[in-house]
RNA sequence: GGAGAGAUGGCUGAGUGGUCGAAAGCGCUCCCCUGCUAAGGGAGUAAGGGUUAAAAGCCCUUCGAGGGUUCGAAUCCCUCUCUCUCCGCCA
């Protein structure tokens, strides 16, 4: 959520900024508004004063044992008004709030204007894509060739965008995610998480899922209001919601595994092969609370975190920041991470990280005590994969690949394969 | 799933219709006293919002959440959520 008080005082530059995003923001309309409100709230508060102070007297003289008939007599009419004014009060403020929870980001001076993805710009590029002296093979083949990926098996089951796996290959995805908590537990200073995979609408709308991008969660039953997270961003970060940190006890890290479930409404048609994208995928997901003033330098170090990894792993990736018309709903500045993926002949998406300065902090009222001052301020919120599991397992079968199809185990998770170094087909 | 109890400020905990945003204690901050340590005395100490250029001041809201009764609700009524205890079931 954007500053409401900044919604007020720079309406026209706030419209001008969310303009880069393609998102029209009609400022007349919000002042106008915002008019509305502030003239109801001052008359509902003058009459809730008068209520009182009339309350407070007819106390005192009941006390005294007064005759109380002509003071009830004076409010007679003013519950009415009040009850009135209190309801048309509260019309507004729903009507604004519903505006302000539609509004995305403000978008920092460093994200480059674009439409999107076409746009980002490359920020740096690590490693060199392998030539290999064979035909590289994709993972659906490589997968399928090895019976280790099982794509009729989970559509039986659970239809497309769904993936079964089997034996070593199972057992990598299984090993990236341990290497990747322990890299980020042991040299990157993050505790680790378990936290729950069906979460409450409110959790959903202080990361900013909700209320504007329903159609894409997995809800439970109409009954029962749980949602399936669709990134362990919701759990984690909520972790923060209506806490009041203790000035010295920022920056907090967390880092954790879980499933994530995405119904992809709207992306038909795309990537419906193999892998890259699925109703149910793993990750590793890195989240910071961060002082206000901090943000910007720990999305730097919070993206390398997630560079370590690939670069452990040996996989060769580009990073880009996202332009304006690409970039997320809640973020002010985001940086992918595209790793090189022989079977497509280009690079793909692996990690987001993402500066959500005080957007989701203002959401669920995650707030430190500002160490000058002693009041209360909102922190600033990060989140970035550490990185997505199923898509890390199609890079390194992808990189790894051997001209026979088998795949070599990378150095870094031979001691979570127990002692495998090469998968391969029984012969 | 059955039966019962509960939810109050950073914590413990009092408060069953009026001057209660809330006693007391603990904790924390500041001051005073005391030549160590310990102890003692005093003051302060919730959050959000409105008004304001801003602050002060003033005002409003909040005692799990939402609704209701009332001139007036932490206190009475209804619904919901959560927590705890016992029984049953269960990885």
Redesign the pocket.
């Known amino acids: 959520m954007i500053d ?1 008080k900044l919604l007020r005082q720079a309406a026209a530059e706030v419209a001008a900024n969310l303009a880069r995003r393609g998102f029209a923001f009609d400022a007349d309309a919000y002042l106008a508004l915002e008019e509305r409100r ?1 003239s109801l ?2 008359e509902t ?1 003058q009459l ?2 008068e ?2 102070t ?3 007297r ?3 003289a ?2 005294q044992g007064e005759d109380i008939e002509p003071l ?1 007599a004076a ?1 007679k009419d003013l ?1 009415e008004k009040l009850e009135a004014s209190e309801a048309a009060l509260q019309a507004v403020q729903t009507e604004l709030r519903d505006l302000e929870l539609g509004l995305p980001n403000l978008l920092d001076d460093a994200v480059p204007t674009g439409d999107s993805e076409e746009d980002n710009t490359e920020v740096r590029v690590w490693g060199e894509p392998a030539k290999p002296g064979f035909e590289a093979r994709d993972h659906i083949e490589l997968g399928e060739r090895l019976g280790q990926l099982d794509f009729e098996s989970a559509s039986k089951i659970s239809g497309a965008r769904f993936v079964v796996m089997k034996g070593a290959l199972a057992r990598l995805q299984r090993a990236l995610i341990q290497f990747m908590l322990d890299t980020h537990t042991s040299e990157h200073g993050y505790t680790e998480t378990y936290v729950p995979y069906l979460v409450k609408s409110p959790a959903l709308v202080g990361t900013g899922q909700l209320p504007k991008f329903e159609e894409d969660q997995f809800k439970t039953t109409d009954e029962s209001p749980f949602y399936l997270i669709p990134t362990a961003e919701v759990p984690v970060t909520n972790l923060a919601s209506d806490v009041i940190f203790e000035a010295d006890s920022l920056p907090v890290r967390y880092v954790a595994h879980t499933p994530c479930f995405r119904s992809e409404a709207g992306s038909h048609g795309q990537d419906t092969r193999g892998m890259i994208r699925q109703h149910q995928f793993e990750k590793v997901e890195l989240v910071q609370f961060v002082a206000p003033d901090a943000s910007m330098d720990a999305l730097e170090e919070l993206t390398g975190h997630a560079e370590v990894i690939l670069q452990k792993l040996n996989l060769p990736y580009r990073v880009v920041v996202l332009c304006s018309g690409d970039i997320g709903f809640g973020s002010t500045k985001t940086y992918d991470i595209e790793v090189w993926l022989p079977g497509q002949g280009r690079y793909r998406e692996i990690s987001s990280c993402s500066n959500y300065n005080d957007f989701q902090a203002r959401r669920m009222k995650a ?1 430190r005590r500002n160490p000058e001052t002693g ?2 301020e909102l922190i600033h919120t990060l989140n970035g994969s550490g990185v997505a599991a199923g898509r890390a397992l199609i890079a390194v079968m992808e990189n790894y690949q051997q001209e026979d199809g088998s795949i070599r185990v990378p150095e870094v998770l031979q001691p979570y394969m127990g002692g495998i170094e090469v998968i391969a087909a029984p012969a």
Do not use: M
């Open positions: 409401p502030k709230q001052v508060e809730q004063s209520r009182n009339n309350a407070k007819i106390g005192k009941k006390a009830l409010v519950g707030r009041k209360p």
